[in-house]
Nanobody
Framework: QVQFVESGGGLVQAGGSLRLSCAASGSTFSIDVIGWYRQAPGKQRELDAAIRRGGSTNYKDSVKDRFTISRDNAKNTVYLQMNSLKPEDTAVYYC?????????WGQGTQVTVSS
């Protein structure tokens, strides 16, 4: 079993920044890739960024010049630094990891960007 707890969301004005944290516990050694997803009201959940244990990353095109994903393996924590936030970034943000036994999600953290 793996558990994820997200934090760091909040209300920010357009152009502002937030840093989200995803703290993992349990059998974290079994997770290679951790991703940050967003789900806006009425929309499907979509992947914003992902990072492998070795540090390689990938981003959705619309965030790659504004968001940075990083991980601290010693702390079992993955971060999402979000800069130049836009109202369309408003969503609940979740982290996710997959291993042989299943897919694990946190409870999410709300990000609201006001115009």
């Amino acid at each position: 079993q793996v558990q994820f707890v997200e934090s760091g969301g909040g209300l920010v004005q357009a152009g502002g920044s937030l840093r989200l944290s995803c703290a993992a516990s349990g059998s974290t050694f079994s997770i290679d890739v951790i991703g940050w997803y967003r789900q806006a009201p009425g929309k499907q959940r979509e992947l914003d960024a992902a990072i492998r244990r070795g540090g390689s990353t990938n981003y959705k095109d619309s965030v790659k010049d504004r968001f940075t994903i990083s991980r601290d393996n010693a702390k079992n924590t993955v971060y999402l630094q979000m800069n130049s936030l836009k109202p369309e970034d408003t969503a609940v943000y979740y982290c996710n990891g997959v291993n042989f036994y299943g897919s694990y999600w946190g409870q999410g953290t709300q990000v609201t960007v006001s115009s």
